[in-house]
């Protein structure tokens, strides 16, 4: 069925480090990505999301990058923290004029101290 | 503001019985979606309401049912509720189409 993938299900990162966390999508007629992050016991956060018609965006701390030409979507996270550990999931909107959403499996991120 | 609502928080049900989950979103939005998430699947689109129209269905069974309110409030309902159906049920509203969606804290509904 659809779906978006994730290159690895976890990662280790020391705290300080930046963090990349990456994804890949098969529809290349999607034209809007978002990033979430999902603690344990929470529903996922809103972290960065980016459209078809830019590569390149960024947050507080945070950088979504668009790659359109091989369906590559990217998170960096700069100097990690231990609050930054959770699992995070890209999501892609295929549908437009649907909400509907997308999901990968999941990263999870680990921030050692 | 206040975040997405979803009540109730936990629950545990049996084979062959129904329930019925609630979400109300931020104040102001009208787009409301509901998704699945389950360890072997992740999440998974159920439908979306927008201004009490069904505007989309993910590959459900029709056990799998909605509605959405005049006040943009939503419920879901699950009847004969299978050992699968167990997983956390998540909301999630947007004020309008095309723009981000909130999650709620979801609902996790264990069957037994």
């Known amino acids: 069925g659809e779906s978006v993938g994730l290159h690895l299900p976890t990662l280790s990162v020391q705290e300080g480090d930046n963090s990349i966390i990456n994804c890949a999508y098969s529809?290349?007629?999607?034209?809007?990505f978002i990033w979430y992050k999902q603690e344990s016991g929470k529903g996922p956060q809103f972290i960065i999301d980016i459209r078809s018609n830019m590569d390149k965006r960024q947050g507080q701390r945070v950088t979504v990058l668009l790659n359109k030409t091989v369906k590559h979507l990217s998170l960096q996270i700069a100097a990690t923290q231990p609050g930054d550990s959770a699992v995070y999931f890209c999501a892609e909107n295929t549908q437009g004029g649907s909400e509907k959403l997308v999901f990968g499996k999941g990263t999870k991120l680990t921030v050692n101290p | 503001k206040a975040g997405v609502t979803q009540t109730p928080r936990y629950l545990i049900k049996t084979r062959g019985q129904q329930v019925t989950l609630s979400c109300s979103p931020i104040s102001g939005h009208r787009s409301v979606s509901w998704y699945q998430q389950t360890p072997g699947q992740g999440l998974q689109f159920l439908f979306e309401?927008?201004?009490?129209?069904?505007?989309n269905k993910g590959n459900f069974p029709g056990r799998f049912s909605g509605r959405q309110f005049s006040n943009s409030r939503s419920e879901m309902n699950v009847s004969t509720l299978e050992l699968g159906d167990s997983a956390l049920y998540l909301c999630?509203?947007?004020?309008?189409?095309?723009?981000?969606?909130?999650f709620g804290p979801g609902t996790r509904l264990t069957v037994l």
């Open positions: 529809n290349s007629a999607s034209d809007y």
């Open positions: 999630a509203s947007s004020y309008i189409q095309g723009n981000e969606q909130f």
């Open positions: 309401y927008f201004s009490e129209t069904q505007r």
